[in-house]
């Protein structure tokens, strides 16, 4: 059993597919150490444990809308994709996705995924309530109004640390529309100086660049139609000029893979991943990384990459920058503070990776930059420790709510030792 990249052998003693709650009840109640798997799509042992690896594939797929209260029901193994073509057909939506539609919601949301939207939380801010299978098998629900809400702030990125999640409630929107524009050749320049500008002047916006001979930027801007959106697209943006053919963010790579540009008008979710549903992309021809860093540094993070260009491009396939809003999520990366975040799809050599990833580090630590808990990450656990204001709250909520680390692997066990 191997990760979606190929780089992660799971160490399970056990895999177990549980047909039923009550049955994934009474294996989590009778286990020493068990873990959740989703779709297996991070890039380190995060998933990972010694004891039972569970899927919850095999539990029966629920998809309930209550268009009245704007929530949906969901399966926690369900995949965003499938979720949102059963949304869209019933007139609903997302606020927001990831770039890839292949996910399990409840693996995203453990981990603090996020698409890019200056008004865009992570995807975890739509999870209205969840239900838990928590280490004794029984079952809790918590929400985010009420009694339960400060543990709900802390469970729903909770890294899979305090129990097995089996469903989510999430909001839901009028299912809306979105075109999409690339631009070319964004100048570095340009970027520092109008940075805020350029990010704000879209639902969704990346830019992605490869830093090298040049940093020079491809701009991908997502508006809503009938949100700012006024139809065409300028010619010309900030010196930048809009694609005349689709564009994949990689200049060797087929753009027919990716979602409809040239401004195009389509349905939300098939326009704010950059990846059409119905491509997989190939397994294990890549690794990430992505560090969160505040709104407010994001202009001195582009430079500190920049400056280490000639060491990052080697390895690297691309990089890409987005912007996220602020949550209330314990460990969320974007907690408590409008982010940037800088994203590397490096060359699938871990060993040739490594070395400049700690050189990456070392450039973004004094901004505060925070890892993405799913991604390639070398920090040590007392620099992560700093990150989060509510580091030491979490750790006492697992020691109470999971006094023998059940739910426990060496990545937790590294960064969230016992008390
Ligand atoms: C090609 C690609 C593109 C990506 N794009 C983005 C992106 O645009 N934005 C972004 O932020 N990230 C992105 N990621 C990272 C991805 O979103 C995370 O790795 C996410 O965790 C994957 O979900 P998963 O279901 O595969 O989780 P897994 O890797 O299976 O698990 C991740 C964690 O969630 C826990 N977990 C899973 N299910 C449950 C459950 N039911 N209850 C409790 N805990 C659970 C696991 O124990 C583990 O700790 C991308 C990854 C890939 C491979």
């Given amino acids: ?72 029901e969901v399966s926690a193994g369900l995949r965003y ?44 801010a739509a999870v209205a309530a969840l239900e ?24 729903v990125v909770g890294l899979g640390a305090l129990g097995i999640v089996t469903r989510l409630w999430l909001d839901v ?22 940075l805020d500008e350029i990010l704000a002047s879209g639902y969704s916006v990346s830019l992605f660049t490869r830093w090298q001979p040049e940093p020079t930027y491809q701009l991908w801007r997502k508006r809503r139609v009938g949100a700012g959106d006024e139809g065409g697209a300028e010619p010309v943006f900030f010196g930048a000029t809009a694609a005349a053919d689709p564009r994949h963010p990689l200049p060797a790579m087929d753009a027919a893979n990716c979602t409809e ?3 195009r008008i389509g349905l939300w979710h098939e326009r704010l991943p ?51 809003a602020a949550d209330e999520f314990w460990l969320s990366p974007g907690y408590r503070r409008d982010s940037l975040g800088v994203h590397f799809t490096w060359i ?30 070398g920090m040590e656990p007392a620099a992560v420790r700093e990150l989060y204001d509510r580091y030491d709250d979490f750790r006492r909520l697992c020691a109470m709510r999971d006094p023998g680390r059940k739910f426990g692997n060496d990545f937790m066990d590294r960064y969230f030792p016992r008390f």
């Fill in 132 to 155: 838990l299978v928590t280490a004794d098998g029984e079952l809790r629900v918590l929400s985010r109004a009420g009694e339960s809400a400060a543990e709900f702030c802390a469970t």
């Fill in 348 to 377: 699938p050599d871990p060993a040739a990776v490594l070395p400049v990833l700690a050189e990456v580090e070392r450039r973004l630590a004094p901004l505060r930059a925070r890892p993405h808990w799913a991604k390639l990450f």
């Fill in 81 to 124: 994709g499938e979720l949102a073509g059963h949304l869209h057909r019933h007139g609903f939506a997302l606020h927001n996705l990831g770039s890839l539609p292949h996910i399990s919601v409840a693996g995203a949301c453990a981990t603090g995924t996020h698409g890019s939207g200056d008004g865009n939380p992570g995807l975890a």
């Fill in 173 to 194: 929107e009028p299912a809306y529309s979105v075109r999409q524009h690339v631009y070319d050749d964004l100048e570095h320049e340009m970027v520092l100086a109008h």
């Fill in 274 to 324: 950059h990846f059409r549903l119905e491509f997989v992309p190939s397994r294990g021809e890549e690794l990430q990384s992505e560090y969160l860093v505040p709104r407010a540094l994001a202009r001195q993070a582009i430079e500190a990459v920049a400056g280490i260009g000639h060491r990052v491009a080697p390895v690297l396939q691309v990089c890409e920058l987005r912007s996220i």
């Fill in 261 to 263: 540009q040239l401004g």
């Fill in 1 to 72: 059993m191997r990760n979606w990249a190929g780089n992660v052998d799971f160490g399970a003693a056990r895999f177990c597919r549980p047909d039923s709650v009550d049955e994934l009840r009474g294996l989590v109640a009778g286990s020493r150490r068990v873990r959740a798997l989703g779709t297996g799509h991070s890039f380190n042992r995060i998933a990972d444990t010694t004891g039972d690896l569970v899927s919850l594939a095999g539990l029966p797929a629920v998809v309930e809308l209550d268009s009245a209260a704007r929530l949906v």
